[in-house]
């Protein structure tokens, strides 16, 4: 049955804009008075209402009433929504001074969520992971990424990717899982970084693969975690098995995102440190720069040169990294707006790196625009112009949020 959705006071399609490099707001098209036609949850056109009514006069109306601007559902690219417990005393020690240091030292830091996340089962991560996707669903974003890498052992790890698992089953926002079992080396592993590391690609990946948890893998490359060698020997292995491959890069030192570039990462995410050496890199580059003002808000550092990113040419996606650490609140296009006023973001930039180029991080052809074909994942916001939704600073939320109720987990 078609179905023709309208009329909007505007759609932004976004189609036609370029993957990579700067992007100004002339090159948004724009439709006045637009119309969705939709069959099957997939999009057969889109245009001119009028038009498109008397083409299809037997297409069933949804009808959209008041000014309403229409865009592509927001693809959420780097989240770590999967975990128990929460860190608010991290948070308390930060503002108050504590370093990095002390707060692990005192307790904090990602062990903490390890151990509070070992300490919950399945069903329950499942049902809270459940809840912050249709949180982050009803504000706009119709895709997530979700890592694990709060289990950091064999059980705990298949236990973490199988609520994932459980959990796109539960909730209309689609999903994209990753292992993050190389987050850190545990606590409680009795060997070197090149040993755990070992440890997951002998013990874990093959089950990850065989059981269909994830077809991603990610390292956090840091004086904390994992060194450049290491992760360039873990990484080219999780390639030859198949995996595609992101990295939590140049958060607080550089060296991940040349590791990234060199084994053909599809995103090196974070990027803060990265400098003149680091930008050129990825601006001449397949891989996705992915910036996470969430983290940057939440630890009081710069945010990743997004600017420089897109004038050296990169393609620039925007995610939330929604953690219960570094990342604590969880709004995409809250974080997006106001990053965007410090790095001077066109709206063409921030709305590109929140749908088509996040949709290229993770290797998503099917949504990300509206345009014949593609899923109609969609988002519609309370106003005239489109210009209010970064005006608002993320304040006005969508009034409704379409997604294809498509199983394509992966
Ligand atoms: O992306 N940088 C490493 N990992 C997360 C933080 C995780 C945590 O603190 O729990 C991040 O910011
Ligand atoms: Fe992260």
Same mark, same amino acid.
């Given at each position: ?19 990579? #490099? ?35 006069? %037997? ?30 005393k ?7 001074? %504590? ?8 307790g ?8 509070? *996340?070992? &300490? ?17 669903? /009803?504000?706009?974003? *119709? ?17 973490q ?19 993050l ?17 070992e440890?997951?690609?002998?013990e ?8 269909n ?24 292995? /999780? ?13 607080? *030192? ?12 599809l ?19 397949n ?19 997004a600017?420089?990113?897109l ?7 925007? &995610? ?31 709305f ?5 180029r ?17 899923? &109609? ?22 009034? %409704? ?8 987990? #992966?």
């Amino acid at each position: 049955m078609k179905k023709l959705i309208g009329p909007f006071t505007q759609i932004l399609p976004l189609p036609s804009l370029s993957l990579k #490099g700067v992007l100004r707001d002339e090159q948004l098209h724009i439709i006045p008075n637009g119309g969705v036609l939709t069959e099957n949850e997939l999009i057969l056109a889109v245009g001119d209402f009028e038009e498109l009514r008397k083409a299809n006069p %037997k297409a069933e109306i949804e009808e959209i009433t008041g000014s309403q601007v229409l865009m592509p559902g927001f693809i959420d690219c780097h989240t770590h929504i999967c975990f128990g417990g929460k860190r608010a005393k991290d948070y308390a020690m930060r503002i108050a001074g %504590k370093t990095y240091l002390e707060i692990a030292q005192s307790g904090g830091g990602i062990w903490d969520t390890v151990t509070q *996340t070992r &300490a919950a089962d399945e069903a329950m991560l499942t049902e809270l992971l459940v809840q912050r996707a249709n949180r982050h669903l /009803a504000e706009g974003v *119709t895709t997530i990424e979700v890592k694990s890498g709060y289990g950091l052992s064999l059980a705990e790890e298949l236990k973490q990717l199988r609520a994932i698992k459980a959990a796109a089953a539960k909730t209309k926002a689609k999903m994209v899982s990753t292992c993050l079992a190389a987050h850190m080396v545990p606590k409680d592993f009795n060997g070197s970084q090149r040993e755990y590391l070992e440890y997951v690609l002998h013990e874990l990946l093959p089950v990850v693969r065989e059981e269909n948890l994830a077809a991603r893998v990610d390292i956090f490359i840091e004086q904390s975690a994992f060194d450049a060698e290491n992760a360039l020997f873990y990484l080219d292995k /999780a390639k030859q098995m198949g995996f595609e491959i992101t990295v939590h890069a140049d958060q607080f *030192t550089t060296g991940g995102s040349k590791v990234a570039v060199e084994v053909g990462a599809l995103s090196a995410d974070h990027l803060e440190a990265s400098g003149a050496a680091e930008i050129e890199l990825l601006a001449e580059s397949n891989t996705v720069a992915v910036t996470l003002p969430g983290a940057s808000l939440g630890l009081g550092m710069p945010y990743a040169p997004a600017r420089k990113l897109l004038d050296a040419g990169a393609c620039l996606a925007i &995610a939330s990294d929604w953690n219960p650490g570094s990342a604590p609140m969880g709004d995409l296009l809250m974080q997006a707006a106001v990053m965007s006023a410090s790095e001077k973001l066109t709206t063409a930039e921030v709305f590109a790196g929140l749908t088509y180029r996040a949709a290229a991080a993770l290797k998503i052809t099917n949504r990300g625009i509206l345009a014949p074909g593609m899923l &109609a994942d969609m988002q519609a916001y309370p106003c005239a112009d489109y210009h209010e939704i970064l005006y608002y600073q993320g304040k006005m939320k969508p009034g %409704k949020v379409w997604t294809a109720d498509f199983n394509d987990f #992966g």
